[in-house]
């Protein structure tokens, strides 16, 4: 089993769906969690990123953490076709600066 | 301000042979770090170099090796090339000592093609 497990799709949505993207993972150490938005031939972007469990909200975009299940979710709200790429998750455990990432989910936001 | 820049941006290179990558690090950062990324699958951790020091290591051979210059740019060497090396290189800098998290940010990836 992989410490971080990400279905990789693809997604495919209507332009203007509500996007739902999710991870779990498998160590309880992980504290800090991170979604990353990478576009064809391009290197990941940082989204969003939340410490512990919780909302953040940011825009179009809402991550929430569920510690107790180890389960995180990226919500993409009024989803453009410009959102289409593929999502990463990530996470590290306090005092680590070298994080795990998922496989990535790959969205098609179609017009 | 200047992003992280990677070169080559595509390599194309034989079994056996050896290839360096460099990155450039985003000013202000003191901090690299080397991931892999075959494809369809996520970044996998090579290495993290902070000031000239190698700072953890994931799980890969001896024969990937890296430095980090005063400047904080950074070369990845992987020697004895196999084709499963075949993968998007990317290079993340980042500033260590500014809190409890740090923010990567990644260059545009070096594809490498072992045939």
């Known amino acids: 089993q992989k410490e971080v497990e990400q279905d990789p799709g693809p997604l495919s949505v209507p332009e203007g769906a509500i996007v739902s993207l999710n991870c779990t993972y498998s160590n309880s150490a992980f504290q800090y969690f991170m979604w990353y938005r990478q576009y064809s031939r391009k290197g990941p972007e940082l989204l969003m990123y939340t410490y512990s469990s919780g909302n953040k909200e940011d825009g179009r975009f809402t991550a929430q953490v569920d510690k107790s299940s180890k389960y995180i979710s990226l919500f993409i709200r009024d989803s453009q076709p410009s959102d289409s790429a593929t999502y990463l998750c990530?996470?590290?455990?306090?005092?680590?600066?070298?994080?795990?990432f998922g496989r990535g989910t790959s969205l098609i936001v179609h017009p | 301000e200047t992003g992280v820049t990677q070169s080559p941006t595509h390599l194309i290179k034989t079994r056996g042979q050896q290839v360096t990558l460099r990155c450039s690090s985003q000013?202000?950062?003191?901090?690299v770090s080397w991931y892999q990324q075959a494809l369809g699958q996520g970044p996998q951790f090579i290495f993290q170099?902070?000031?000239?020091?190698?700072?953890g290591r994931g799980n890969f051979p001896p024969r990937f090796s890296g430095l980090q210059f005063p400047n904080y740019s950074s070369e990845l060497n992987v020697n004895a090339l196999e084709l499963d090396d075949s993968a998007l290189y990317l290079c993340?800098?980042?500033?260590?000592?500014?809190?409890?998290?740090?923010?990567?940010?990644f260059g545009p990836g070096t594809r490498l093609t072992v045939l």
């Open positions: 993340a800098s980042s500033f260590v000592g500014g809190g409890p998290h740090n923010e990567q940010f």
């Open positions: 990530a996470m590290s455990a306090k005092g680590s600066y070298i994080p795990t």
């Open positions: 000013s202000g950062h003191n901090t």
């Open positions: 170099y902070y000031r000239e020091e190698e700072n």
